[in-house]
């Protein structure tokens, strides 16, 4: 992981902005340009939008941050239903013509809107998260070891399971789901290979509500619920809501991911069900890439958050499993051995 859009301020720079994003998603921006005259960070938000709880939501923490701390314009764009890739390279050019720098698409579905502006305009630093297949001098990959985290939340289901049956929801049946999908198997499997696994996507494409459809991972969820599993972990977007939402309902854990899913004031009644939350830190990759525009050195190439870095983690905002030393041990051995190679955490 709603806060309130903020208000446009008037002036000739967010007027135009406005208008010329209008065709191209709902925007936000606030603030003034910083003494460089740079207009200051913008991103482009992924399927789901803004109030997702979790991955988008990520991405306005570290624009939040930075334009506290640098005093400048941001600007945070919502995502349009059905839109095509002419149409998110058409934002991310107008969010570059107006003087935003840098300029982040969050999510992999952004790579040839990336690809595209970024050629267009060559000294402007753009970003992507969750894509490493765009190499240009000014395009920096945001990436995560998500296999990492997805473990340690193996690791805890294991432990935390009564019926040794537990669950995984998937968003979007492709690649960088898949990496959920295998850290999460191999951290339960190697914690207590008694444990079953069910597994199961709700879509094949991110166009039919896979990541924003809360509807679709509640049934999944109770589905897997009848079965027996009492631990179900999503890694799906806003349709995690109805994972969690299923968990509380039928009183058994759930766990969250991106954001600490615990502390969201949308998910607050439910928060006594949400055991931890598989964790990547896309707020401080986006702020970490708009800090290094601001000073001056951008960063670019592939950019890896990990375990050893800090920038994926398990959460331990529920007291109930920081306070479960037997789990809370079996998880810092278990990440012990992957930041030291011991354990090879597989992606697919």
Not at 108 to 135: C, L, M, Q, R
Not at 142 to 165: C, D, H, I, R, W
Not at 286 to 292: E, G, Q, R
């Amino acid at each position: 992981m709603r806060r309130i859009s903020r208000i446009t301020v008037a002036g000739a720079a967010t007027a135009s902005l406005a208008l010329a994003l209008a065709a191209c998603g709902s925007t936000s921006t606030s603030g003034s340009s910083d003494e460089k005259g740079n207009m200051g960070l913008a991103i482009a938000y992924d399927v789901g939008g803004k109030g997702d709880q979790s991955f988008n939501d990520a991405a306005y923490a570290g624009l939040e941050r930075a334009e506290k701390e640098f005093g400048y314009d941001t600007a945070d764009i919502e995502p349009t239903e059905g839109e095509t890739d002419a149409d998110k390279t058409q934002r991310l050019v107008s969010l570059a013509k107006q003087g935003h720098n840098p300029v982040i698409g969050v999510g992999y579905a952004y790579a040839p809107a990336v690809k595209e502006a970024a050629a267009k305009y060559p000294d402007v630093t753009f970003g992507i998260v969750d894509d490493s297949t765009i190499s240009a001098k000014n395009v920096a990959d945001l990436v995560f070891s998500e296999e990492q985290a997805s473990y340690l939340a193996g690791v805890a289901a294991a432990k935390s399971t009564k019926s040794n049956v537990v669950g995984f929801v998937g968003g979007v049946d492709i690649p960088l789901i898949h990496k959920f999908q295998a850290g999460f198997a191999q951290g339960v499997k190697d914690t207590n290979p008694k444990v079953q696994v069910l597994s199961q996507y709700l879509t094949q494409t991110a166009e039919e509500g896979g990541f924003s459809s809360p509807d679709k991972g509640k049934t999944a969820a109770e589905g897997q619920i009848e079965k027996k599993a009492d631990v179900v972990y999503a890694a799906a977007g806003l349709s995690g809501q109805g994972v969690i939402e299923a968990a509380a309902a039928n009183k058994v854990w759930a766990i969250g991911v991106d954001s600490d899913q615990y502390k969201q004031e949308a998910l607050a009644k439910y928060k006594d069900s949400i055991l931890t939350s598989a964790m990547k830190d896309v707020a401080k990759a986006v702020y970490n890439l708009a800090k290094s525009v601001e000073d001056g050195k951008p960063e670019t190439g592939i950019v890896r958050g990990d375990l050893k870095t800090g920038e994926v983690s398990l959460s331990n905002s529920n007291p109930k499993f920081a306070d479960d030393a037997e789990v809370q041990e079996a998880i810092k051995t278990a990440k012990e051995k992957i930041i030291s190679g011991e354990i090879k955490v597989k992606s697919s």
